[in-house]
């Protein structure tokens, strides 16, 4: 618990603590940076050898996921149909599952990114709702790039990601159908419990 307590802290103030207890500042301060911050983490985290399980990479990863990442918005978003409905203590439990399956995926999918595998980002205008994309892409070994965008929001003097497009695919709509699925032949519970399979499967790659 006390980790956990430090690297909130950490991710609040805008600081990534290396393996080594160094510190590097995370940007949040407008999309672009929002993005930069979250790719140079990655590639960070890739570089440090000492970061090769699963675990080592989650509690790195943490404070860069939650400072880069409106997950508590995402997670209301996608059950947003039965968020009213739910008690309180099921909501945050619900978020807490949804942020430890977030962070591990990230921990298992780019553990051995490259340090130039990120292309440059290019930002739009923001829409009518203040909404801001940022497009990138990622370079893939004798594969067609993979093209990311990026929907941020202002969240206080901070810009969070609230929504990836990956090749045209959106995450967050493929989340909110997968949960309702799932909510609806066994409600909170077995959401709860489904996010963490999902989360003890992926730390156990």
Known sequence: MRVRSFLLGCAVAGVL??????????RTDSPAATIA????GL???????????????????????????????IAEFALRRQWGSLAEVDR???IDAFQSLSVTTYGARF?????????PIEAGAPDANGRVQITTAIKREG???????????QDGEHWK???IVADG???????????QRVFASGGIEGLIAELEQQTDRLEGD
């Not at 553990?111 to 292309?119: K, L, P």
């Open 169 to 179: 695919v959106s995450d967050l709509a493929l989340k909110r159908a997968e949960y």
């Open 37 to 40: 911050s979250l790719q140079q």
């Open 43 to 73: 590639v960070e985290l890739a570089r440090d050898k000492a970061a090769a399980a699963i675990g080592e990479r989650y509690r790195a990863l943490e404070p860069l996921i939650l400072a880069t990442h409106n997950l508590p918005y």
């Open 143 to 153: 594969q067609p790039d993979v093209t990311f965008e990026y929907l941020l929001q």
């Open 17 to 26: 603590v290396a393996h080594d207890g160094s510190a590097a500042e995370i």
């Open 92 to 94: 945050q439990r619900f």
């Open 111 to 119: 553990g051995n990114v490259a340090s130039d595998a990120f292309r």
């Open 161 to 163: 990601i609230i929504n």
